[in-house]
């Protein structure tokens, strides 16, 4: 697990985004951030093996059983930036504003290469959610199960 796509596209003597780096224990975040960047988005994002595995959500997030939303995933974030909220600016990577939409902890209840169930209990999202990978590797679709 590393940080370097992460580090590698942000400049930290311009942006205020954590630099971070890889936590050795294991914790639980679920964290939404709602991202007004060129197009707005919905970062969700999961503690998991010492970083936050990310995922950007075109559309509001589900919160109710029947909406499926397409989660393209993205480069691990470092745990700190759990707490991040403020404006990236112009001309760096992800440039807009970064604010907290939901957060909270999750509960892994299975993990496989291409499919994640976790019970989420959050202040928006509580239940329990499924993250299904596409084909492609990127892509995943990500709905409310119960
Ligand atoms: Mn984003």
Partial sequence: MSLKEYQRKRSFHRTSEP???V??????IYVVQ?????HLHYDLRLEMDGVLKSWAVPKEPPLTVGVR??????EDHPVEYANFEGTIPEGEYGAGTV?????GTYKLIDRKEDKL???ING??????YVLVRFKDQKN???FKKK
Avoid: C, P
């Fill in 23 to 28: 936590k050795m224990s294991e914790g639980n």
């Fill in 99 to 103: 604010e907290i939409w939901d957060r």
């Fill in 69 to 74: 939303r397409l989660a393209v995933q993205v």
């Fill in 34 to 38: 709602k991202h007004a960047a060129t």
């Fill in 117 to 119: 169930i976790v019970e």
């Fill in 19 to 21: 630099k971070g780096e």
């Fill in 140 to 142: 995943w679709l990500f």
């Fill in 123 to 128: 202040n928006k999202l509580k239940g329990v």
